[in-house]
């Protein structure tokens, strides 16, 4: 299972490197403080896959203070901030699978919930170290959906 994990974060870093490499850098953070020993590091995970989140976000679906309207025809604010909807309506505009639209939500939930723990106080701000590391597998499989989306688009992102 774990070489599963290191082919997917291998060529997801091989074609981030290509599309910007302060994302990759983002991507080292995230590695360094998953692999602490340090229980503190590991909220740095959820604030670093945010990160890069919003990074790719802004990459695939820059911010707009227009509002995107889904072929269901419901309105979502894409503004800058907003980075984890334009995320979704990334996978919605480019006609991708349910089940990575499903797994941009879940990681949204998942980013406002250690958010919100990480703000209320000071005994709320840790994390497990699985918590973290499920958080960064989450991060680089939407990480790969949304590049083997782009491969076809961007010639410069090669199929790995």
């Not at 919605?92 to 250690?114: H, M, T, W």
Request: proline residues 1%; glycine residues 2%; charged residues 30%.
């Amino acid at each position: 299972m774990e070489s599963l994990f290191n082919n997917i974060s291998s060529v997801v870093e091989k074609k981030i490197e290509v599309l910007d490499k302060s994302i990759l850098e983002e991507l080292k953070s995230l590695y360094l403080n998953l692999v602490s020993k340090n229980s503190s590091d590991w909220v740095k995970v959820a604030h670093s896959c945010r990160r890069v989140l919003k990074f790719i976000a802004d990459k695939v679906f820059p911010a707009s203070d227009e509002k995107y309207i889904t072929k269901d025809k419901r309105e979502w604010q894409v503004k800058d901030n907003n980075f984890l909807n334009r995320l979704i309506r990334f996978f919605d505009k480019e006609g991708v699978s349910n089940i990575s639209k499903s797994e941009v939500e879940f990681v949204e939930k998942y980013i406002r919930a250690v958010t919100s723990e990480t703000q209320d106080g000071v005994h709320k701000n840790e994390i497990t170290h699985f918590e973290a590391s499920t958080l960064a597998i989450h991060t680089y499989l939407i990480l790969s959906q949304v590049l083997n989306n782009l491969t076809s688009q961007t010639p410069e992102i090669k199929e790995s």
